[in-house]
């Protein structure tokens, strides 16, 4: 009876071995928690789109044991409970391996507290308030900060508008618009600007002609917006309505770094100055190469949004192959680590060692509906 057992037990053996020799490449599962619904919802269609794009591209080179990427994509609906619900889901049921997203740094302060805590490593692809990685040692991002994109932007206005006071309007009831505003006002005073008037608006308000009539009234050099883009949006064509001059420059952080900026506010969105992370006109060969790829899966070109998600799951993939695993969380967190000087659409990608991204800002500038680079 032994006998039959070892005899059995060496048959399943081998097959075992002999059929995970033979196997499809292995499997990992990343959840992806986008903003397809709500406020956020022209940044998660972008988002979304770049993931699949890479994923696509990863998995189509895979070869007979190299590592393929099953994605879930959930929509976080640009609220924190869904967000809450949608990890939740990817960790438990979904037993994925690690989490791309979300897309707002309010819903991520709330989501990523539960990663850490059940240890799933979190890669944030477009959360830029200060303080989102410093939830633990499981969060990673590859988004520049407002902190570090901030600074830079105003330098280069101040170059090359000669800017002295201005007026600032932030949101300030999200993290995002909020974190902005605290970066905005230490880089202005920083660089000596004046803050003439500071005003606030509420997310979902539609009617900004109170705080931008009493703007129009200071006169300053330029007007600064911490804002999601749907009130962005409100808010650069109202400022051009009411008479706000085009000499009077429009500043943005993060949130103006959408395409539909220039869709809902047409004309009015010219000239206006928005500090970001990636360029679409970045020479780098990976870049050119997923602009290109890009533009004919989906007949549009991608924005940064596009740009980060993309190189995100580039990112995971490389975390992956070091990690020798498609399902140990630990292991994935620990190779996310190491990654150094990784050749990304972002260009040359490294963590810092609070395990936020580790690369150059840059100045855009709306010229014709488009993204050009105003100076960096
Ligand atoms: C954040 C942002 C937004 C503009 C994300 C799309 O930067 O929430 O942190």
């Known amino acids: 009876m032994k006998r039959v057992f070892a005899a059995l037990a060496l048959i399943l053996g081998l097959t075992g ?3 995970s020799a033979q196997a499809s490449p292995k499997e990992a599962k990343i959840g992806f928690a986008f903003s397809m619904t709500g406020g956020a919802a022209a940044y998660g269609d ?6 699949q794009l890479a994923v696509d591209e990863i998995n189509a080179q895979a070869g007979q044991d190299g590592i393929k ?3 879930f994509f959930d929509d976080d609906a640009s609220m924190p409970q869904q967000g809450v619900n949608v990890f939740n889901r990817f960790i438990a049921a979904d037993k994925v391996v690690m989490i791309i997203g979300p897309t707002l740094s309010n819903t991520a302060q709330v989501t990523d507290r539960i990663a850490q805590q059940s240890g ?16 633990g040692d499981y969060i990673f991002r590859d988004s520049l900060t407002e902190m570090v994109v901030i600074p830079n932007t105003i330098r280069v206005a101040k170059e090359k508008l000669g800017i002295k006071k201005v007026a600032v309007l932030y949101g300030n009831d999200d993290a995002f618009t909020k974190g902005g505003y605290d970066a905005f006002k230490k880089a202005l005073g920083d ?12 997310k979902g308000d539609r009617d900004f002609a109170p705080q931008l009539t009493q703007i129009r009234s200071i006169d300053p050099d ?19 309505r009411l008479g706000i001059a085009e000499s009077v420059s429009i500043i943005g952080g993060n949130g103006l770094n959408s395409p539909a900026l220039m869709k809902n506010a047409g004309k009015a969105a010219e000239k206006v100055i928005v500090g970001a992370a990636w360029n679409a006109a970045s020479t780098n060969p990976l870049n050119r190469k997923f602009v290109e790829a890009f533009t004919a899966k989906y007949g549009s070109p991608p924005d940064q949004f596009a740009a980060q998600a993309y190189a995100a799951v580039y990112i995971a993939r490389e975390a992956l192959g070091r990690a020798g695993s498609t399902d140990n969380r630990k292991a ?8 150094k000087g990784l050749d990304t659409v972002l260009g040359k990608f490294s963590f810092t060692e609070g395990r936020d991204a580790d690369h150059a800002p840059v100045v855009q500038v709306v010229k014709e509906g488009k993204f050009e680079v105003f100076g960096e």
């Open 332 to 339: 994935v967190r620990d190779a996310l680590a190491q990654i």
């Open 46 to 51: 972008m988002q979304k789109k770049g993931v």
């Open 69 to 71: 990427i099953a994605p």
């Open 222 to 240: 330029a007007l600064i917006v911490s804002a999601l883009v749907e009130e962005a949006s409100g808010i650069v064509s109202q400022a051009r």
């Open 191 to 202: 660089s000596n600007i004046q803050i003439l008037s500071e005003q606030t608006f509420a």
């Open 17 to 19: 071995i002999y059929s």
């Open 120 to 135: 799933v490593p979190v890669l944030g692809v477009s959360n830029t308030a200060k303080g989102i990685t410093d939830i």
